[in-house]
């Protein structure tokens, strides 16, 4: 397992921008952030392959939202752009042996970041 931490959220207005990192203690086959928000089940957002070939997004977010890594720093981004109210929700990074838009599959999570968008 590898020691995530993200960074990166806030308060932001309807139609704004966000850049959201996950710095990882080390490197894993798969990167991904995932999202809960209040009273929800945590869902998946974007997944990441090591070289960035294989890369998949949830429908609610495909079009506004981008996700990168950076193995020479051992980290993943994820590019919140057109941000709405429903993406309101904290963030997860997380990180595993396999690309998967299954929470469970992934072994290792940060303690997440709070992202709200205020309309």
């Known amino acids: 397992q590898v020691q995530l931490v993200e960074s990166g959220g806030g308060l932001v207005q309807v139609g704004d921008s966000l850049r959201l990192s996950c710095a990882a203690s080390?490197?894993?086959?798969?990167m991904g952030w995932f999202r809960q928000a209040p009273g929800k089940e945590r869902e998946f957002v974007a997944v990441?392959?090591?070289?960035?070939?294989?890369?998949y997004y949830a429908d609610s977010v495909k079009g506004r939202f981008s996700i990168s890594r950076d193995n020479a720093k051992n980290s993943v981004y994820l590019q919140m752009n057109s941000l709405k109210p429903e993406d309101t929700a904290v963030y997860y990074c997380?990180?595993?042996?396999?690309?998967?838009?299954?929470?469970?599959?992934?072994?290792?999570w940060g303690k997440g970041t709070q992202v709200t968008v205020s309309s």
């Open positions: 990441i392959s090591w070289n960035a070939l294989r890369i």
């Open positions: 080390g490197s894993s086959a798969a």
């Open positions: 997380a990180a595993g042996r396999t690309v998967t838009v299954a929470a469970s599959v992934f072994s290792s």
